[in-house]
């Protein structure tokens, strides 16, 4: 059987990609099971050129598609991070993800968590205490203060209690 954490060793996210869009063309062309209907309800002619998923491949694209979201996750913290090292508040971090600045803020600093414990358990994946106390510096240092004039949404556990307007430490 294939899991997550099996192919995360077989397959980059373009692999993986490439893979789960094979299986997902040939799932979606097969025929339909015995249970399904068309649109108008009846049953829709197989595409006789297409061969239907075995009970292993249809596991692999469920895996497979647990996988690119686990790496694409994990890219898109790289992603802030980089934003971050380039100068950019967390206000324009969460419009680019599509989510308030403190959800941006807060996913990030989840995920230097996570990096740090995967070094505890493993001893050699993930990252020691001086980096992350390097990416925490990094997301905690101060915005470039150009569109962070809303700060209501700063929790007093991040932060913000007693801060002065011009204080862009955090979110």
């Given at each position: ?5 099996e192919?995360?060793?077989r397959f980059t ?39 239907a ?31 971050r090292s ?34 505890m ?37 991040a ?13």
């Amino acid at each position: 059987m294939s899991t997550p954490d099996e192919l995360e060793n077989r397959f980059t996210l373009r692999t993986a990609v490439a893979r789960y869009d094979e299986l997902r063309t040939r799932e979606s062309l097969s025929a339909p099971g015995e249970d399904e209907e068309g649109a108008d309800g009846a049953t829709p002619a197989p595409d006789v050129d297409s061969d239907a998923l075995s009970r292993e491949e249809t596991l692999e694209l469920l895996a497979l598609g647990e996988l690119i979201a686990r790496k694409a996750a994990y890219g898109r913290q790289l992603s802030v991070r980089s934003a971050r090292s380039a100068g950019a508040s967390w206000s324009r971090i969460g419009a680019a993800l599509g989510t308030s600045k403190q959800a941006a803020w807060e996913a990030h600093h989840r995920w230097i968590d996570e990096q740090g414990g995967q070094r505890m358990r493993t001893g050699s994946i993930g990252w020691d205490d001086t980096e992350v106390a390097a990416a925490r510096a990094l997301a905690d240092g101060p915005d470039d203060g150009g569109d962070d004039s809303d700060r209501t949404d700063v929790p007093a556990d991040a932060g913000g209690a007693g801060r002065d307007d011009d204080d862009r430490d955090r979110p």
